[in-house]
């Protein structure tokens, strides 16, 4: 019966609507990204690493992620037109996560080249981090297109540590994602954060005051 | 949200709900979504949490204002916890 149905019903009907293209736009973001990229992966060192993932939001994810957006958590029943999933920054996603600290860097230079006219949403610094902690920028590759692609620059170890925490939290129960607002949680996060910062600046450090066959290149 | 504005909730006896992304005290009948707390300086939430509330009603604390339908929804699910 139609009148009976949820606005997450509705939802999940967009996505599998919408899938195709987002499906789509996390191929085509992620090609454009490798291919821009090709030269500084052609030039890394053996010690040096460069990976790109993408992802496709998942509907559950991307139905609670919408929710969420929303005063109290809360859907307005009365107002279900107000809600669909395009507007939604990253049902397809990329990241690009990279060590050491200066191939970081030189990717950030073609990345907010190529992508100069989509919008720059940093993850911004924690106490204690000079930097953002991400670089993150969000936008469509056409005017036409119902879908917003995010790409998302980070070091490879937080980068890593995000993908487990998303694969052992967030994947099975996207409403956890709450509970990351609380500040008791983001404490003891943002501790785990600066360790791992900590730990690749020092692992960066022996490698470049070092010598041995895993720092030269085989070229 | 910053670390120094939870203390004050903790210590009001406020719960945090992970769903709603609200921390509520029900003695006290006030609720704050997670935006109000994160865009209010901590003397404003501390002012907010120790303003009695002398009404029957609940205060919500939540900007911009959900349509009453939603808090109402917000509070039966509080309530029938």
């Known amino acids: 019966m139609l009148g009976s149905r949820t606005i997450e019903d509705r939802l999940r009907e967009e996505y599998f609507d919408l899938l195709p293209e987002i499906r789509r736009t996390a191929l085509e973001t992620e090609t454009r990204v490798r291919r821009d990229l090709l030269d500084i992966s052609l030039k890394l060192e053996r010690y040096e690493r460069l990976l790109i993932t993408s992802r496709v939001k998942e509907c559950e994810s991307a139905v609670d992620a919408l929710r969420r957006r929303q005063l109290l958590g809360a859907w307005d029943e009365e107002r279900p037109h107000d809600y669909s999933l395009?507007?939604?920054?990253?049902?397809?996603?990329?990241?690009?996560?990279?060590?050491?600290?200066?191939?970081?860097?030189d990717v950030e230079a073609v990345v907010r080249q190529t992508l100069s006219s989509w919008t720059a949403d940093p993850v911004p610094p924690i106490d204690g981090l000079a930097v953002p902690l991400a670089l993150k920028y969000f936008g469509r590759w056409s005017l036409d297109s119902r879908i917003t692609a995010e790409v998302q620059i980070v070091s490879l170890l937080i980068g890593a540590f995000w993908e487990v925490e998303h694969d052992a939290i967030y994947k099975p129960n996207p409403n956890l994602h709450g509970v990351m607002r609380s500040a008791s949680v983001i404490q003891p996060r943002d501790e785990v954060l600066r360790a791992l910062e900590r730990f690749g600046a020092a692992f960066e450090e022996a490698i470049a005051g070092s010598e041995g066959s895993s720092t030269t290149s085989s070229g | 949200m910053e670390t120094d504005k939870e203390?004050?909730?903790?210590?009001?006896?406020?719960?945090y709900n992970f769903d709603r992304m609200a921390y509520y005290n029900r003695g006290a009948r006030k609720a704050f979504s997670i935006e109000w707390v994160e865009d209010h300086t901590e003397d404003e939430l501390?002012?907010?949490?120790?303003?009695?509330?002398?009404?029957?009603?609940?205060?919500?604390y939540a900007e911009p204002r959900p349509p009453q339908r939603v808090i109402d929804k917000f509070l039966a699910e509080i309530n029938a916890r």
């Not at chain 2, 002012?47 to 509330?53: K, M, Q, S």
């Open chain 1, 86 to 105: 395009t507007q939604l920054p990253d049902l397809a996603a990329i990241r690009v996560m990279a060590f050491p600290r200066q191939r970081l860097l």
């Open chain 2, 46 to 60: 501390r002012r907010a949490v120790e303003e009695p509330n002398d009404s029957d009603e609940w205060q919500v």
């Open chain 2, 7 to 15: 203390p004050i909730l903790k210590a009001a006896r406020y719960v």
